[in-house]
């Protein structure tokens, strides 16, 4: 208890910067992160706008400046930001208005508060996701009028607290001026959204903590950042909606004469005929290749390699003019149609020689593994056994994030099947390790606090984003890897293991250094062991230093279990830190991070925080 009272005494007034993007729909009686907009410490209020569309109960500029009750002294510049003449003019059911808006704190949330009187029968999910369009949730709505008795009553004024958010320093810092709130309908996606405010799709995630190519839904917001004032391009795609609930569209249907209809009869049996001729001649050719697929040893390698070209991430794209390709690619897997919405590059040993200096020992990068250039693109080259070659493909095609390493290519060699190559992505300034051992790689506080932030954000990504699930099983500062812009990107997926899972007692030769107590007995596989790395990392966040059994960092934080003096306990803190920051750091988030490690390195693995404690905890630092 006393871990988790320091934890929060130290947390209190530190800040969020970036917001959650909540899937759940609308109407859903459920509060996730990002069902509403969680303040930060460094801005109270601000100015700025959310997105309305036009629709039959409000079907003009003054209708909808009335709903957001936006006075007649302001009407004439949201006439101007929304390039209309007429605040009468009849708009486009769909039609997307601007509406300029003041955001502020209140209590936890970030909000906008109007007041709305209801015109009749209804209920709070009509108000929140019919009339203000999914800006808050029912719930939300509810919680903010509890002294309407019986619910909602003809005539009575609610309290309407929309959801918004005002950027924090280190947003403002990289120019981002306003953070509109932006609800999503079903034929929107990220991409119309960048071209639609002209931003670029990385900060788009960013503001939004969702990996880039997320899936998005109907009735849900995301937070556009803007470096100046709006300028929406109105006309970049049909504004009209999907029909409303309950109504169907009518088509008038011209009567056709007999000639038309025997006509179409006679041309789709023909094409009929001709797509079963197909199958038939299709359902040959796929027999006849997967009885080679099983003659033997080398088509079984051709065949794997031809998985390996349909089994990998969407991120990669084939390499455009390569040469010297395997020759592994001339059969067909049977699995290729199951995959056949993945594509990987596939390279040649010349390919990695030449990328390695013929894999020189200042390329080395780790065991077995290499760091070279194909393509004009840092990749790190890992050696793996043959056959664990697929189970990396089908591992690293399930994984899309921003915080893990992307799975580039595949090499085979030309005559040993014993081995074979997989390149990952290589970010820019190499393993955390290497940085945090160079005294002069500015690697400040609040770099640090980052690094943190996207490792546990890559690790949920894991443990609770994909399926199956997996534990990372190998988290340590020398598989984690810094990219030029300081962010952590965690490396060596292809070691994962299903959670829940049991390896046995055969330690993996990757998961060196301090390890779980509980997977040195008995290498059971759990997102536990992961808690207990990560509590490791953080230490060497804190202190500079590496501990590979643990005794040191035993030493240096038997203060946080509570005996010493206060004063003594932020003393033998500071001589706990690396000497590097000189003490150019918060001592209360140097407390919150290190109670959260011993919190982490518990040896019972009950006691360690879940992964959104660990979450909640970081997002107030960055």
């Known amino acids: 208890m006393i871990y988790l009272w320091l934890l929060s005494w130290a947390c209190i007034n530190l800040s969020y910067a970036q917001q959650h993007y909540d899937y759940s729909e609308c109407s859903a009686n459920t509060s996730l992160p990002g069902s509403r907009y969680t303040c930060n410490s460094f801005r109270n209020s601000c100015n700025t706008f959310i997105v309305y569309r036009a629709n039959t109960q409000f079907q003009t500029l003054s209708n909808i400046t009335a709903l957001f009750q936006i006075n007649s002294n302001a009407s004439n510049e949201v006439l101007h930001l929304n390039k209309l003449t007429s605040s009468s003019e009849i708009l486009k059911s769909g039609r997307e208005v601007l509406i300029p808006i003041n955001c502020s704190c209140s209590g936890q949330f970030f909000q906008t508060n109007f007041s709305y009187t209801v015109p009749g029968n209804t209920t709070y999910s009509d108000i929140a996701c019919g009339v203000f369009e999914g800006f808050l949730k029912p719930h939300t709505l509810s919680e903010e009028n509890l002294s309407q008795e019986n619910g909602v009553k003809v005539g009575s004024e609610l309290n309407v607290p929309l959801r918004c958010a005002c950027p924090d320093n ?134 794997r390699s031809s998985t390996q070209v349909s089994f990998s991430t969407a991120r990669s794209s084939p390499r455009s003019g390569q040469t010297g390709h395997s020759s592994a690619n001339s059969y067909l897997s049977p699995d290729l149609l199951a995959g056949i919405k993945y594509s990987l590059s596939s390279y040649s040993m010349e390919d990695l020689k030449r990328a390695t200096k013929n894999f020189g020992e200042d390329t080395k990068i780790g065991d077995q593994s290499f760091k070279g250039k194909i393509d004009n693109v840092e990749v790190m080259i ?214 959260l490690a011993k919190a982490c390195v518990e040896d019972d693995p009950l006691h360690r925080p879940s992964m959104d404690d660990i979450m909640k905890v970081l997002g107030r630092m960055v």
């Open 170 to 303: 280190i947003s403002i810092s990289e120019g981002v001026k306003y953070l509109l709130t932006y609800p999503f309908v079903e034929k929107d996606d990220l991409s119309l959204l960048c071209e639609k405010f002209g931003i670029s799709l990385e900060d788009l995630c960013a503001a939004n903590l969702v990996a880039p190519k997320p899936t998005v839904y109907p009735t849900t917001t995301f937070l556009i950042p803007l470096k100046s004032d709006p300028n929406i391009i109105f006309d970049i795609t049909d504004l009209s909606p999907p029909p409303a609930p309950g109504f169907l569209p009518t088509i008038s249907i011209k009567k056709t004469n007999k000639v038309n209809l025997k006509t179409l009869y006679i041309v789709g049996s023909v094409v009929g005929f001709t797509l079963l001729l197909v199958a038939l001649l299709a359902c040959g050719l796929y027999v006849k290749a997967l009885r080679k697929w099983k003659g033997g040893r080398i088509q079984s390698f051709n065949t």
């Open 382 to 595: 890992k050696q793996v056994r043959f056959e664990d070659t697929r189970q990396v493909i089908d591992v690293n095609s399930k994984i899309n994030h921003i915080n893990i390493v992307s799975l580039h290519g595949v090499c085979y060699g030309d005559s040993d099947f014993s081995w074979s190559y997989v390149m990952f992505e290589f970010p820019t300034l190499g393993c955390l390790r290497g940085c945090l051992s160079n005294s002069s790689s500015l690697l400040n506080w609040q770099k640090r606090t980052q690094i943190a932030f996207d490792i546990a954000t890559g690790l949920h990504y894991l443990h609770h984003c994909i399926f199956p699930t997996y534990a990372h099983m190998s988290v340590n500062t020398r598989n984690i890897f810094i990219t030029s812009t300081w962010r952590a990107k965690l490396a060596s997926i292809e070691t994962n293991h299903a959670a829940g899972s049991s390896k046995g007692n055969d330690i993996s030769a990757s998961a060196k250094g301090w390890i779980a107590p509980e997977y040195l007995l008995n290498g059971s596989v759990s997102e536990k062991v992961d808690l207990f790395a990560f509590g490791v990392v953080l230490l060497e966040l804190i202190s500079g230093r590496e501990d590979m059994d643990g005794k040191l960092f035993k030493e240096c934080i038997g203060f946080l279990g509570g005996g010493g003096s206060e004063g003594g306990c932020f003393e033998q803190l500071r001589s706990f830190m690396d000497p590097c920051l000189k003490e150019d750091y918060p001592l209360a988030e140097a407390l919150c991070l290190a109670v």
